[in-house]
T-cell receptor, first 111, second 113 residues
């Protein structure tokens, strides 16, 4: 079955610096690539997603890049702020409408 | 617009009992998915319902079941509860499948004692 790995499992960055989280998947049929953010004690929220016919997508300080050949996609957060502290999940999806979730990356923003 | 509503928020049950959780999706959303979240296992997919039919199912035992009503509201049932069923159960709705982006509910925290 599909195998999804996120790296790193924990990331600590200085406020104002950039953060990058990488997600590697195994299923070549994956065609949908979302990132979800879950703050402590709250529900997961979709923050950005990309489809297989697009290589990059940006939304203000957040961007996602996709490399289908290498089967990985990454979340980029620039100018990090305290409210970016959360657990981030990648969850590549296939044409069967199923997402396979990564184990999560805990992002810590140091003041 | 109203979000995804899950009830109850918290539940304490005894081993061997059964429990029913409820999820009301965003108006117009026909797909409802259920997830189990635990600190050690992350988000585990239980099942997805679309137009009252189970469209996808995860790798959970038959003690976990669900259904969806004509108004898209969904219920999840767990029978013969085990201590390991203690978790946060999240419901998520979309227009038509996960590829449209989930909106999650706040979850039901189930504790089995």
């Amino acid at each position: 079955g599909e195998n999804v790995e996120q790296h790193p499992s924990t990331l600590s960055v200085q406020e104002g610096d950039s953060a990058v989280i990488k997600c590697t998947y195994s299923d070549s049929a994956s065609n949908y690539f979302p990132w979800y953010k879950q703050e402590l004690g709250k529900r997961p929220q979709l923050i950005i997603d990309i489809r297989s016919n697009v290589g990059e997508k940006k939304d203000q300080r957040i961007a996602v890049t996709l490399n289908k050949t290498a089967k990985h996609f990454s979340l980029h957060i620039t100018e990090t702020q305290p409210e970016d502290s959360a657990v981030y999940f990648c969850a590549p999806g296939d044409s069967n409408y199923q997402l396979i979730w990564g184990a999560g990356t805990k992002l810590i923003i140091k003041p | 617009k109203a979000g995804v509503t899950q009830t109850p928020r918290y539940l304490i049950k005894t081993r061997g009992q059964q429990v029913t959780l409820s999820c009301s999706p965003i108006s117009g959303h026909r797909s409802v998915s259920w997830y189990q979240q635990t600190p050690g296992q992350g988000l585990q997919f239980l099942f997805e319902y679309f137009s009252e039919t189970q469209r996808n199912k995860g790798n959970f035992p038959g003690r976990f079941s669900g259904r969806q009503f004509s108004n898209s509201r969904s219920e999840m049932n767990v029978s013969t509860l085990e201590l390991g069923d203690s978790a946060l159960y999240l419901c998520a709705s979309t227009l038509d499948g996960a590829n449209y982006g989930y909106t999650f509910g706040s979850g039901t925290r189930l504790t089995v004692v």
